[in-house]
């Protein structure tokens, strides 16, 4: 396969980084189509670990081309940082290794002040418990026309003249949250400041992968969040700002749909979500307590504990159907060692009827209880398990039910965070 694309399938946290490292490998060019800084991708190469969170994953290998595409929204300044950062780990980082779209709509300072103030003055059951990195405004901005983008840092006026633009909105909504109006000339001397250092990465990145394309190059796709904070798909409205299913992989970056030839939807083997909104499986008891110990779950951006629960097969088969996933990684198996009987949500009751997908009103949503199948679990550590043979008779069962309660074949299943702890069934870039 020439092209693959990783998604998150559940509400992000599946473990995208490691699998999207181990891809990245085989990949000419890596590329990230959607979110922004609000992702949080932890790569252990070589024994080091970085921490991305607007980078592509690729530009911690050599050789490859980094790619962010105008699907992203870009804080110049966190991006200055993140390169800085990655810089002083030893990766070289050159306009030849990274291209920014010259589309991408930018975050700027004034985006996460108005995230930040409208969770502040938001009520229960209102607030999103978003990043607060201001990926909401901003994509608000590029659909409302009034982005500043990265070509715009180019031209002192026409940046001068979206400035303006910008503040004639947001100046009116900041004084309805009591925020200052915007400082114009700060703003204006921090975009000129920054302007030539991301400038140094900009391309027209359509035209560079259909050069890549027509020379044979294979293109990774990497996904941010999850399936279910997708924008029209997800829990709306506790999701996030962009389309994070596999269709924005093609309008975010300039490549037509055809241009796919794999989705690997990455799936954890149980079930987190960071942030408010409704999550049926969520265990709120000892249960939970030992999946979110054992698997560590904590976010790699805002640190935030994330709720735990049992793996809802009834949630994949909507992400599966939505994103077109042809195969799934399953990760952090080993998570579910030494649990007498481990729960698979198969479908919901709604009012007494029985459903076998999630409906779209947040009402019923919230109201929906999950019908249960329930598996023996197994004793025996399954960390670092790396073929069929090394893993006990009920974690196989485990994974065989997955498969069929969401429809889609598993390609590959993690066992630790090391990239070869891994078992391999399909390698999505093997012709
Ligand atoms: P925003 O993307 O910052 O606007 O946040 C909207 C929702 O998406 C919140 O529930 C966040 O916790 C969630 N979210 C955003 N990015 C990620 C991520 O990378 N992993 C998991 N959840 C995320």
Redesign the pocket.
Known sequence: MANVVVVGAQ???EGKGKIVDWLSERADVIARFQGGH???HTLVVDGTVYKLHALPSGVVRGGKLSVIGNGVVLDPWHLVNEIETVRAQGVSITPETLMVAENTPLILPIHGELDRAREEAASKGTK????G?G??PAYEDKVGRRSIRVADLADEATLIARVDRALQHHDPLRKGLGIEPVDRDALIAQLKEIAPKVLEYAAPVWKVLKEKRKSGKRILFEG???AL?DIDFGTYP????SNVIAGQAATGVGVGPGAVDYVLGIVKAYTTR????PFPTELLDDDGERLGRRGHEFGV?TGRKRRCGWFDACLLRQTCATSGVNGIALTKLDVLDGFDVLKVCVGYDLDGKRLDYLPTAADQQARCTPVYEELPGWSESTEGARSWAELPANAIKYVRRVEELIDCPVAMVSTSPEREDTILVTDPFAD
Request: hydrophobic share 35%; no cysteine.
């Open positions: 509400w992000g946290d609000n992702a949080g999103i418990g978003t990043t990195r990926i909401g941010a969040q999850g904070l506790f999701v996030t700002s960071v942030g408010e909104g951006t």
